[in-house]
């Protein structure tokens, strides 16, 4: 529990936030996803990856340079039609509509808090009703051309500060927030939620969490375990 980032006096969960990754979609990753279905080299993407992790350039540049590799690959600048027909292939957990539907029914707020594409969690929320999302878009000129600017809006390190906005944006108590999570990228704000949940996790975001569960359902009994 965090107590020193309380935002009001309830203790009731009110607000919870899911990771997008592997967690709504049955895909570890949707930027690999992507990656996959232009057929990008391996050895391109994993260089993007290790220069990023070793501090070599920002999450900015690991965007950029990994948008760029889709229409390198494409051997034409990436449209929007491109990657809406990409991310139209990506499966959806099927039992999204119910945990939200059922999430809804007591009273809860419900998003999503991902360093996913965007495009592919604006698609989820819409479809399934969701809330709130804050993801990664893709940024497009007026002419439906890709950008060479691309800029993140949710690295994964800045996933704590997002979800304390958004129950500040809520009017929620921090402690009254549930997120949802299956990697380590997500340590940092099941810390801070009000109750970590582990989904068909890492062992190090296991021992993070207060909660693990193994099927996303599983989720409409367990707030009430929280």
Not at 31 to 39: A, L, V
Not at 154 to 178: F, S
């Amino acid at each position: 529990m965090v107590t020193d980032l309380s935002l009001g006096d309830s203790n009731k969960y009110k607000l919870i936030a899911f990771d997008l990754d592997g967690v709504l979609v049955e895909v570890k990753s949707s930027w690999e996803f992507i990656h996959d279905y232009f057929g990008v080299p391996r050895e391109e993407r994993t260089r993007n990856y290790l220069d990023y992790v070793s501090g070599k350039i920002s999450y900015d540049e690991w965007i950029k340079r990994d948008v760029a590799l889709w229409s390198k690959v494409l051997g034409r600048k990436l449209m929007r039609e491109d990657l809406y027909e990409a991310i139209s292939k990506i499966p959806v957990n099927r039992d999204t509509e119910y945990v939200v539907r059922e999430l809804k029914r007591k009273g809860f707020i419900v998003g999503i808090i991902s360093a996913g594409v965007g495009q592919v969690a604006e698609m989820v929320a819409l479809k399934y009703g969701f809330d709130f999302w804050i993801a990664n878009p893709i940024t497009f000129t007026e002419e439906g051309i890709v950008s060479e600017n691309q800029r993140a809006r949710m690295p994964p390190y800045r996933k704590p500060l997002t979800l304390l906005w958004i129950a500040k944006r809520y009017g929620v108590n921090v402690n009254a927030t549930i997120y949802v999570g299956d990697s380590d990228w997500d340590i940092g704000v099941i810390r801070l939620a009000g109750c970590g949940i582990a989904y068909n996790c890492s062992t190090s975001l296991e021992r993070e969490a207060d909660k693990k569960i193994d099927f996303i359902r599983d989720i409409v009994f367990i707030v009430d375990e929280c």
